[in-house]
């Protein structure tokens, strides 16, 4: 059995957007959500302002593609602000795998739009990794009585919301190269990220960053998310996204398991189950 490259990619954005929830959950509940969206994708422009320079010769974008990727630059701050506010307010053990199940947004929006064909054994298994992420990153008695949870409403918005998104930047990735896809969807979609939280009126300042640990927790954010970014943007451009996006959302099983390791949190029956489902659905996605 062989790993397509495309899965491997998505395989490493899995693991590096795993750590990094965990992580983004210290500054959303210590300096606020808005805050923790507005300092992150300031630090994140310089890795893309990087590559802008270096490869500044060899980028392209039509002006189609510039207006998907501005639309999908909406719906990816109204998402992402969602999310740190469900981090912000309520469980990771609950928000984030609902948030992570945009996959199947995406996958519905791929075979619907773009007409993409899975054979009967992948589309077992993106719905049985789908069904993993929920047994595995949640205690489903918990879910008894999700309407009254903190952080539900914003998880749900960020799973819409990025869901499109994704399915845009696969349909983006149809007509532009791996780079080119990679500097302007960040170029593009950074600064409505930051100007949304002055747009709501919040004010983000210097010494927010002088919060124990929040520059160093956030400067290692940017280095591990735009991994992450590049590996599935990479990831999308050689393999379909109704493939490459359900893997790449497996990252709540990384941030159960940094939240057991580090705040000795205990896996229930159902979560040690969703792990094996996890893998099988691996195995199967690759046959």
């Given at each position: 059995?062989?790993?397509?490259?495309?899965?491997?990619?998505?395989?490493?954005?899995?693991?590096?957007?795993?750590?990094?929830?965990?992580?983004?959950?210290?500054?959303?509940?210590?300096?606020?959500?808005?805050?923790?969206?507005?300092?992150?994708?300031?630090?994140?422009?310089?890795?893309?302002?990087?590559?802008?320079?270096?490869?500044?010769?060899?980028?392209?974008?039509?002006?189609?593609?510039v207006?998907?990727?501005?639309?999908?630059?909406?719906?990816?701050?109204?998402?992402?602000?969602?999310?740190?506010?469900?981090?912000?307010?309520?469980?990771?053990?609950?928000?984030?795998?609902?948030?992570?199940?945009?996959?199947?947004v995406?996958?519905?929006?791929?075979?619907?739009?773009?007409?993409?064909?899975?054979?009967?054994?992948?589309?077992?298994?993106?719905?049985?990794?789908?069904?993993?992420?929920?047994?595995?990153?949640?205690?489903?008695?918990?879910?008894?009585?999700?309407?009254?949870?903190?952080?539900?409403?914003?998880?749900?918005?960020?799973?819409?919301?990025?869901?499109?998104?994704?399915?845009?930047?696969?349909?983006?990735?149809?007509t532009?190269?791996?780079?080119?896809?990679?500097?302007?969807?960040?170029?593009?979609?950074?600064?409505?990220?930051?100007?949304?939280?002055?747009?709501?009126?919040?004010?983000?300042?210097?010494?927010?960053?002088?919060?124990?640990?929040?520059?160093?927790?956030?400067?290692?954010?940017?280095?591990?998310?735009?991994?992450?970014?590049?590996?599935?943007?990479?990831?999308?451009?050689?393999?379909?996204?109704?493939?490459?996006?359900?893997?790449?959302?497996?990252?709540?099983?990384?941030t159960?398991?940094?939240?057991?390791?580090?705040?000795?949190?205990?896996?229930?029956?159902?979560?040690?189950?969703?792990?094996?489902i996890?893998?099988?659905?691996?195995?199967?996605?690759n046959?």
């Amino acid at each position: 059995m062989q790993i397509s490259v495309g899965i491997l990619s998505a395989l490493v954005a899995m693991l590096c957007w795993g750590i990094a929830d965990f992580l983004t959950s210290i500054p959303s509940r210590k300096i606020g959500s808005l805050k923790t969206l507005f300092w992150s994708n300031i630090l994140s422009l310089i890795p893309a302002a990087v590559m802008l320079i270096i490869f500044s010769e060899q980028l392209n974008i039509s002006i189609t593609n510039v207006l998907l990727l501005t639309f999908g630059a909406l719906l990816l701050t109204f998402g992402s602000s969602n999310f740190l506010r469900s981090l912000e307010v309520g469980e990771i053990s609950i928000v984030t795998p609902i948030s992570a199940s945009f996959s199947i947004v995406t996958i519905m929006l791929g075979i619907l739009i773009l007409r993409e064909r899975l054979f009967v054994h992948q589309f077992v298994a993106v719905f049985t990794i789908v069904l993993g992420i929920i047994l595995g990153s949640t205690n489903l008695r918990k879910f008894k009585n999700l309407h009254t949870v903190k952080g539900v409403k914003e998880s749900l918005v960020a799973l819409v919301c990025w869901g499109i998104y994704f399915f845009i930047l696969g349909l983006v990735s149809k007509t532009m190269d791996y780079i080119s896809l990679f500097v302007f969807s960040g170029l593009i979609a950074s600064p409505f990220q930051i100007g949304y939280p002055l747009i709501k009126q919040e004010k983000p300042r210097w010494t927010d960053l002088k919060t124990k640990n929040i520059l160093v927790i956030l400067l290692f954010n940017t280095l591990i998310y735009t991994l992450a970014w590049s590996a599935v943007t990479y990831g999308v451009n050689h393999e379909k996204i109704s493939l490459v996006t359900p893997v790449s959302s497996l990252y709540p099983l990384i941030t159960v398991i940094l939240a057991t390791i580090f705040y000795k949190e205990k896996l229930v029956l159902n979560q040690k189950i969703g792990i094996l489902i996890i893998l099988l659905g691996l195995f199967i996605i690759n046959l």
